[in-house]
Every structure is written in structure tokens, then in C-alpha cells.
């Protein structure tokens, strides 16, 4: 997810028109801030990603999942 805002230890993340908001405490201080991308897990962010990162991993997840009909 990518990084809207950061109030305190909590960041509000957008993907793909869902946002969720994700704790930072798992992170040393500054390291995320607005317009990075974070891979989220029960609720906390767990990793800073780079944008190539951030697509690389989202076109996995498409190909996990996707379906033939």
C-alpha cells in the first residue's frame, strides 16, 4: 500500500481505492513517511517497499489470484 499520512505511529494507506490505517511501531522512527510504500500485516506496517518492489509484489498477488472463467 502507499502512504497517505502519518499522524503519530499510525499511517493511513490507500491500494487500489481501499485505505486502511496501519501501525508503525514495528519501524524505527522517520523511516516511512507520505508517498512510500509499505507491505501491511494485522494492522501494522512490517516492511518499507520501493515503488518496482510495490509492483513487482501487487502483479503476484494478481496472478495468485486470479481466475479463469
Known amino acids: 500500500m502507499q502512504v497517505?499520512?502519518?499522524d503519530g505511529y499510525v499511517a493511513r494507506c490507500a491500494a487500489r481505492g481501499v485505505e486502511r490505517k496501519a501501525s508503525l511501531m514495528l519501524?524505527?522512527?522517520?523511516?516511512v513517511v507520505p508517498g512510500d510504500f509499505v507491505m501491511i500485516q494485522l494492522?501494522?506496517?512490517?516492511?518499507?517497499l520501493g515503488?518496482?518492489?510495490a509492483r513487482a509484489a501487487w502483479a503476484l498477488?494478481?496472478?495468485m489470484?486470479?481466475?479463469?472463467a
Not at 494492522?43 to 518499507?48: E, I, N
Open 61 to 63: 498477488y494478481d496472478e
Open 43 to 48: 494492522g501494522r506496517v512490517v516492511q518499507k
Open 4 to 6: 497517505l499520512e502519518i
Open 51 to 53: 515503488a518496482e518492489e
Open 27 to 31: 519501524l524505527p522512527e522517520g523511516e
Open 65 to 68: 489470484f486470479a481466475t479463469d
